[in-house]
């Protein structure tokens, strides 16, 4: 499968955005699926994951009761819509996806990413 990220920007602080996956294949109705993102000078970290079937999801606690994972298989897409933004959410978003059922990986399919930057 490939992975297609969209919808990155520039934002003030406490405003919104929404990412984007566009996916190709037509199995990827299967795969697990979810973002990650990326700081300058740090490592990337998980952000949130959502099952196949939309039925479960996981979120990091710094993003809990902020940003949402959804899914639209007919679409073959997965969004992030991100509220409340903070300059800390500054980073490149990654989507990625599996063919495995557990939420927290391994994801071995990874988009090319998008920039998502907060201003203060």
């Known amino acids: 499968v490939q992975l297609q990220a969209s919808g990155g920007g520039l934002v003030q602080a406490g405003g919104s955005l929404r990412l984007s996956c566009a996916a190709s294949?037509?199995?990827?109705?299967?795969?697990?699926s979810g973002w990650f993102r990326q700081a300058p000078g740090k490592e990337r970290e998980f952000v949130a994951t959502?099952?196949?079937?939309?039925?479960?999801?996981t979120y990091a606690d710094s993003v809990k009761g902020r940003f949402t994972i959804s899914r639209d298989n007919a679409k073959n897409a997965v969004y992030l819509q991100m509220n409340s933004l903070k300059p800390e959410d500054t980073a490149v978003y990654y989507c990625?996806?599996?063919?495995?059922?557990?939420?927290?990986?391994?994801?071995?399919?990874w988009g090319q990413g998008t920039q998502v930057t907060v201003s203060s």
């Open positions: 294949g037509r199995a990827f109705s299967s795969y697990t």
């Open positions: 959502i099952s196949s079937n939309a039925g479960r999801t």
């Open positions: 990625a996806a599996q063919v495995g059922s557990s939420l927290l990986g391994p994801y071995g399919y």
